[in-house]
Structures are given as C-alpha cells and as structure tokens.
C-alpha cells in the first residue's frame, strides 16, 4: 500500500513521526485538565443513559485511543455526551429494563451496531449522508433534547421516582410523584445546581482578581463539578445523608473493564438497528461540526469520510470494552483545544488518566449523591437550548423556521428519534416543495452591457418579438410540469412572441422526465410558429444533450451566450448579417 494512502487510513502515521517534548508536554497538560473534566461528566452522562456509572468511565478510555489512531481532528474529545446517552435510553428503555442485565448488554450492542454503521459509511465514502440533517434541524433536535434531560433529572434533585420519553410525560410524571420531595436530597441537589450555574459565570472573574492569568483561571473554572462532588461526597458520607432517603452511587467497580465480544444475538437487535443509525448520523454530525470548528482556528483540516471510520472505530472500542455509544463533545472539545492539546495523543493520555480513575479513585465515589450528577447534567444542558434559532429562521426562510419548530415540537411531544426523523421528512420535503416551484424570471438586456436581469427588478431593453426565461433551478421530475405550465403561460400572454430563450445558467442538470418536457414544449411551440432556442447552457449538462434527439428536433439553437442568442435573432429579423459564434459547435 502506498505510504500516503496508509496515512489517509491511519491519521496517526502523519503526526506520530514529528512527536517531540514539547509537543508531549502540550498533550500531557491537556489531557490532565480534560481527566478532571471529563471524570464527573461520564459518571454523570451514564446516569443519564440509565447505566451504571462505571460504563461512562469505560466509555472515555479505549474509545479515545480508537479514535486517536483513525481520527484526522487533532483536538476532538471522543467520549459520551448528552444527547447520544439520552437517544441510548430512548433506545433501550422499552427493551429492557433500566440497570438490568438485558439493558447493559443492549447498550453494549447499540455501541456495536452504530460503529459498524459508521465504519461502513466511512470506508463507502457516504460523509454526504449527515448532509440531510440541516443546521435548523439539528438546532431544533438539540433544544428539544437539551429540555427533555433538564427535565428527566429534576427526580434526581427532587428525591422522587420519574419517568418519560417526552416531555409532558415527564412533567405529569413529576408533578404526579412532587408530593413525595425528600427534602434532604433537595438540600444537596439545589445548592449543587445554584453553584454549578455560579462556576460558570462567576468563578473565572473571582481567580482573575485574584492573579491568576486569565487563561489559568479558565481551566480551573472547568473544574467546578469536581468541587461539587467532593464537598457533596463529603457531606453525604459526615451526616449519613443515605439513611435519610439521599440516593447515591453506591459501590462502583475498581479495575478495568473486562475486553469481551457485545451479544450479537441480543433478542432486540433489530429493534435497536434504527437507533444505531439515528445515533451514529447525530452523532457524526456533531462531531464533524466540532471538529470543523476547531480544524479552521488553527488552519487544521478535517476529513469527514476518515472521521467515520474514526468515529466508528471508537464507538466498536466502546462495545468491546463495557462501554455505549459515544462521539466527539463539544464541551470538553473546547476545553482540550483551550488548554493546548497539539495532537490526539493528548485524547490517549486522557485514556490513560481515566483507567487510573477507575483503578484508584472509584471506592470514594460510593457516596457521591446522584442529585450532583443531575445537577452537572442540567448545567451543561441548559447551555445547549437556544431558542434564538427560531426568530433567526423566522426572518430567514420560513422554510428553515418550519423544520426547525418540526423538530423541536415532535422531538418534545413523542420523543427523540421521532423527533430527528420528522426533522430529516420536513427538511426534505421542504427542499422538493422549493425545487418544484423554481423561481423562474422573465428577463431584458441592461443598457450598454451585455448582462440579462429581472425585468421586473430592473430597467432593461426586450424585444416583444423574443421571450428571454431564466430558470433558476436545475430541470428534474418535480418541476418539469410547472416550468411546462410556466412556459405556456407566458407564451399565452405575449402573442407577438415568434422566439423563447430558455436562459439555462442555473441548470446544473436535465434529468430524463425534463427532457421529455422540453421535447413536448419544443414541439408544440413549433406547432404554433415560435421557435424554441436555449443559452447558456453548461457543459456537463450539454454533453448529456448533445446524445439526445431532442438537440437534433430542436427548432431553434443552442446558443453560447444569452446576448449573442438575442443578437443574432435580432440581425436574422433585420435580414442582417448574423452575429459571430452564435451557438455551441454540437
């Protein structure tokens, strides 16, 4: 295999060679600031998924390594996020029940499957797939979904027993259990949450006042969770908060996981198949969007197709290794890019920061009260719900403002993957609704130039004899028949017209059910003494109609340039010597 196209496979071969001191010591101070992070954050993200707290810990160890080997973005943070582990509930939950054998054994499954989706797409070079979900889409999904885990952790901080898929039945199964408030549990989780909301905001600028640089006070402001779960740990263990009704963790495993094949014979494969592909598209578009991000600050690239196989390899180190599905975060992304990780070697040492977590440090997790958990999740949520998309597509395109309201109310009313789908139908369905109605614009000459505009946006010279249509869309079976209509129309209207020019500088292709449209227009123009010419048309698009019999029936020309088209009807009407170079050599 050629050495570059062993590099395009394995990212690893293009940095590893140029590794040196200062490089690692770049690596190794981020990633000791991204294990601090990302500790409370698995524990708390695999609560969420409804696993024990363990397979988050599982979860950001091999899959970073993984990653770190196939992966092209040198400053991703591959793990567990929030969205994926609510779609692996969303999954999982009527499968199994939550903490049972069966649960854990189909999220080991899920983690599987939406790896060898990914990698699949990876090696077909299918990266354009994730270009179904649009932005709004995906802003909506994302609000919704950043609402729906606030809400399902409100038990958590509450002392309650809830439960939901969307939203109203989470809030009528919170409002039905609110009598039964353990008010202990209230007294960790509120004050937790109230301290959370202050790190983020208030903590950096009390360390800049006191000296540090503000680089410095940034990173350690990312460690507020950590303060959370020591004092609350501390407090639980001093006053016995567990006898008082206080949930916490409880004992988690020391060790590392153990490597083992998931059950591919799990009763619900099938079932969770579709997940698998909901969560690995999310998931990828996610990622590859961080990615881009951070690749452009630096003048790093990304390739979307490798990120697959990336993304896939880390998410079947996740199944092999007691772990669920996970993708590139945002969050501790950021934070890995902030704090000055040059390569993915910096994700590998975060690997190894987490085992020695889950080696060492595990037993004093036993009480840790699941009220901080939920109060970490709700925090790093609520950053997520930005309802600033809907005045923004609002004013844009009603369009994008359909599929973003779509999204967000069906992913609120029935859940997360009815959500995502019903995103990805109305974006489509909008996208077939504008290409079936093109924006089609009668055209004129700007005096003095050779340039053709809007008659109705500008003051141009026509000719009543000569009909000038620009078609702003490419020619396809959904709008063939309207742009047929649109041409009898105007024909109708003008009954001095002996020429129409279909001005095709939009047309970026003809398929079959068009061309078939443009022989009927062609032949029933002739019929009525008006000849059918065409400008401007591409290359691609002429070579396939060069292979046509609609060019050899074609009553008129195909004609290089719009103005050179008008010249010479003009001149052939004048009985003129016609322009030079009128029409495509064919």
Request: neutral net charge; glycine residues 8%; aromatic residues 10%.
């Amino acid at each position: 295999m050629h050495k570059t196209t062993l590099k395009s496979y394995f990212p690893i071969l293009s940095w590893a060679g140029e590794y040196n001191r200062d490089v690692l010591f770049s690596d190794l101070l981020a990633a000791l600031i991204v294990t601090i992070m990302l500790i409370p954050q698995s524990l708390a993200y695999a609560l969420l998924a409804g696993l024990p707290p363990q397979m988050g810990l599982y979860a950001s160890m091999l899959p970073l390594v993984a990653y770190g080997i196939f992966g092209t973005s040198r400053t991703l943070s591959v793990g567990p996020v929030a969205v994926v582990s609510l779609m692996t509930a969303s999954a999982i939950g009527h499968i199994a029940s939550t903490g049972s054998v069966s649960y854990i054994e189909a999220a080991l499954l899920l983690a599987f499957l939406s790896g060898v989706f990914l990698l699949g797409m990876g090696l077909l070079r299918m990266g354009f797939l994730a270009n179904f979900l649009s932005h709004p889409v995906i802003a909506g999904f994302i609000t919704a979904s950043g609402i729906i885990i606030a809400c399902s952790q409100l038990k958590y901080i509450l002392g309650i027993n809830a439960d939901g898929e969307n939203l109203f039945a989470l809030l009528h199964s919170l409002s039905a259990s609110v009598a039964n408030t353990n008010f202990y549990t209230v007294a960790v989780g509120l004050p937790t949450l109230i301290f959370l909301f202050w790190v983020r905001s208030g903590l950096k600028p009390l360390l800049v006042r006191t000296g540090l640089s503000d680089k410095a006070a940034t990173m350690l402001a990312k460690t507020g969770p950590v303060l959370g779960i020591i004092a609350t740990s501390y407090a639980a263990y001093y006053f016995d908060l567990g006898s008082k009704g206080v949930v916490l963790v409880g004992e988690v495993p020391t060790g590392l996981p153990s490597f083992q094949m998931p059950k591919l014979g799990h009763d619900a494969w099938r079932e969770l198949m579709l997940s698998a592909v909901f969560i690995s598209i999310i998931g990828f578009v996610e990622s590859v969007s961080v990615g881009h991000t951070l690749a452009a600050k630096r003048r790093q690239r990304i390739v979307p197709n490798q990120e697959l196989i990336g993304l896939g390899a880390a998410n079947i180190a996740a199944s092999f290794s007691g772990g669920y599905p996970v993708t590139g975060g945002f969050a501790r992304s950021v934070v890995n890019f902030d704090a000055g990780a040059v390569t993915p070697a910096a994700g590998m040492f975060t690997a190894v920061g987490i085992a020695a977590a889950a080696m060492y440090f595990t037993p004093y997790l036993a009480y840790l009260p699941k009220a901080t958990l939920a109060g970490t999740i709700i925090v790093a949520v609520l950053s997520l719900v930005d309802f600033s998309i809907l005045k923004k597509s609002w004013g844009y395109a009603r369009s994008d403002f359909i599929a973003v309201v779509t999204t967000l109310v069906v992913t609120l009313i029935m859940g997360v993957e009815t959500g995502v789908a019903c995103g990805v139908f109305a974006s489509l369905a909008l996208h077939l609704y504008k290409t079936s109605v093109p924006h089609m614009a009668v055209v004129g000459e700007v005096p003095g130039t050779e340039h053709y505009r809007n008659i109705n946006r500008h003051k141009v010279i026509t000719h009543s004899n000569i009909l000038s249509l620009r078609i702003d869309e490419s020619l396809y079976f959904a709008n063939a028949g309207f742009i047929e209509d649109k041409v009898y129309e105007l024909v109708d209207a003008c009954p001095d017209i002996q020429h129409v020019i279909l001005m095709c500088t939009a047309v970026n292709e003809i398929d079959l059910s068009a061309l078939e449209v443009l022989e009927s227009i062609n032949l029933r123009l002739k019929d009525s003494g008006i000849t059918l010419h065409l400008s401007e048309v591409k290359g691609p698009v002429m070579d396939v109609l060069a292979h046509t019999e609609f060019i050899k029936h074609l009553s008129g020309q195909v004609f290089l340039s719009h103005h050179l088209g008008v010249q010479n009807i003009v001149a052939a009407n004048a009985k003129q010597k016609p322009s030079t170079t009128p029409s495509w050599d064919i």
